[in-house]
C-alpha cells in the first residue's frame, strides 16, 4: 500500500487516504478474499469509506479477489471512497453513515 495510507477519517471513524497522486483505473491493493461461500476482509485494506455522491474508487472482482480500483484521479490527500451498494457482497451503508 505504498500509495496510501490508514487514518483518521472526517468522512467515518477511519479511512484510507492517498499519500501521493494516483492516476485513473490504477489497482492499488487486494481488499477480500472469497473463503467459499463469504468474503472476507483483508484489514487495513478493506477499511475504505462509503460514499455514493464522492466515490472515487470501486471494488472490483477478480475470481477470488476484490481489488480496489480508482475511478479518477486522485490527489495527494484525498481520501479512498466507494460505494457500497454497487457490490452486493460488501458491508452495505448502516444508519449514520455519511453519503
Not at 457490490?87 to 452495505?92: A, I, M, T, V, Y
Amino acid at each position: 500500500m505504498k500509495l496510501c495510507e490508514f487514518k483518521e477519517s472526517p468522512v467515518h471513524g477511519n479511512g484510507i487516504f492517498a499519500i501521493a497522486d494516483i492516476e485513473k483505473h490504477t489497482v492499488l491493493f487486494e481488499t477480500h478474499l472469497l473463503d467459499s461461500p463469504l468474503w472476507v476482509n483483508i484489514k487495513p485494506n478493506c477499511s475504505y469509506n462509503h460514499s455514493r455522491d464522492n466515490e472515487n474508487c470501486s471494488s472490483v472482482t477478480k475470481g477470488k479477489v476484490k481489488f480496489l480500483v480508482t475511478l479518477d484521479d486522485i490527489k495527494e490527500g484525498e481520501e479512498l471512497l466507494v460505494d457500497y451498494t454497487k457490490d452486493g457482497h460488501l458491508e452495505q451503508p448502516q444508519e449514520g453513515w455519511v453519503e
